[in-house]
């Protein structure tokens, strides 16, 4: 089995043994990525053709990490506000045009991002990933930035910004 493959089928068996089952769609959309259920049953990872086995890799780490810190944070107890904080973003996001989520639902989920990232590290230890460690230092604060920004204006990065950031923070991880 190719290394990649292997890493990806040792995150699932990892998100696994802590109660979680992983689902895999494939979608055309492109800003279909990953999520992690509420109630820490399910991780759904939607994938297209352009994305590379590593995104996977790191969109599995990324909704893990959401797990993790529901059982080591939470004591696998639904976080209301967080939840709450979700359902009204939702309700923005749906209408482009609309008044972004009041800035308290915002730090809610730029909080919980950043809490979740924590555990980016010990996942990729106790799983052996093999993925260069920088790849998963550029997405932890690639995603801490974008909800840096979402938190900050209502909204998140366009297509162009992200792009930019990305290839910054490539420069400076890649180097180090």
Same mark, same amino acid.
């Given at each position: 089995m190719p290394i990649r493959e292997d890493e990806i089928d040792r995150l699932i068996k990892y998100a696994e043994g802590m109660g979680v089952k992983v689902k895999f769609f494939f979608t055309n959309n492109p800003? %279909?990525? %990953? $999520?992690?259920?509420l109630d820490g049953t $399910?991780?759904?990872?939607? #994938?297209?053709?352009?994305q590379s086995k590593t995104d996977i890799i790191l969109s599995l780490i990324h909704e893990i990490g959401h797990h993790v810190w529901f059982? #080591?944070? &939470?004591d696998r107890q639904p976080d209301l506000k967080f939840e709450q904080a979700l359902d009204r973003q939702n309700l923005f996001d749906m209408d482009l045009s609309a008044t972004p989520a009041p800035k308290k639902f915002r730090k809610k989920i730029l909080d919980?991002? &950043?809490d979740a990232t924590v555990w980016w590290n010990i996942i990729y230890k106790d799983t052996n990933l093999k993925i260069p460690k920088w790849k998963l230092d550029v997405a932890k604060k690639f995603d801490i930035w974008a909800y840096e920004v979402y938190y900050k204006t209502g909204f998140f990065p366009n297509k162009k910004e992200k792009k930019m950031k990305h290839k910054e923070l490539t420069m400076e991880f890649k180097n180090k």
């Amino acid at each position: 089995m190719p290394i990649r493959e292997d890493e990806i089928d040792r995150l699932i068996k990892y998100a696994e043994g802590m109660g979680v089952k992983v689902k895999f769609f494939f979608t055309n959309n492109p800003l %279909a990525d %990953a $999520e992690w259920t509420l109630d820490g049953t $399910e991780i759904s990872i939607y #994938h297209n053709k352009r994305q590379s086995k590593t995104d996977i890799i790191l969109s599995l780490i990324h909704e893990i990490g959401h797990h993790v810190w529901f059982i #080591h944070k &939470k004591d696998r107890q639904p976080d209301l506000k967080f939840e709450q904080a979700l359902d009204r973003q939702n309700l923005f996001d749906m209408d482009l045009s609309a008044t972004p989520a009041p800035k308290k639902f915002r730090k809610k989920i730029l909080d919980t991002e &950043k809490d979740a990232t924590v555990w980016w590290n010990i996942i990729y230890k106790d799983t052996n990933l093999k993925i260069p460690k920088w790849k998963l230092d550029v997405a932890k604060k690639f995603d801490i930035w974008a909800y840096e920004v979402y938190y900050k204006t209502g909204f998140f990065p366009n297509k162009k910004e992200k792009k930019m950031k990305h290839k910054e923070l490539t420069m400076e991880f890649k180097n180090k």
